[in-house]
């Protein structure tokens, strides 16, 4: 039940439900096949990844991901979902808050992830 707000009506799910606009209101969700690479770091097997899913809403559409695999790997599978998952896809191995500290955080990670390996 929308509420009367200066001629529009707003439903339950956010979107407007008056005539008169023809926006449709952005997915939470990120498409795995519309992103643009903001930074890209690799330790060893893995890549730190910033990526801009200009789709998504929640923090602006940025995700700060690691993943075991390399960025070329990455680029030749096309879509890169940020969700983790199983299958043959690649997936995350592992998400970071999108800021500064976020991106030093995975870094960190990843290095560790990879001197772990080496020491085996």
């Known amino acids: 039940m929308g509420v009367s707000l200066l001629g529009s009506s707003w439903g339950s799910s956010g979107s407007c439900a008056c005539k008169q606009c023809t926006t449709t209101p952005k997915n939470p969700n990120p498409d795995p096949k519309n992103w643009k690479l903001l930074q890209v770091d690799n330790?060893?097997?893995?890549?730190?990844?910033?990526?801009?899913?200009?789709?998504?809403?929640?923090?602006?559409?940025?995700?700060?991901?690691?993943?075991?695999?390399?960025?070329?790997?990455?680029?030749?599978q096309g879509a890169i979902d940020?969700?983790?998952?199983?299958?043959?896809?690649?997936?995350?191995i592992a998400r970071f808050e999108p800021t500064e500290d976020g991106w030093w955080d995975a870094c960190h990670y990843a290095r560790r992830k990879e001197r772990e390996e080496l020491d085996e």
């Open 43 to 76: 330790y060893g097997p893995y890549v730190v990844v910033d990526l801009h899913y200009p789709d998504c809403t929640n923090y602006e559409g940025r995700k700060v991901m690691v993943f075991r695999a390399s960025f070329q790997q990455l680029r030749e």
């Open 82 to 92: 940020p969700h983790f998952g199983v299958g043959d896809k690649i997936f995350p």
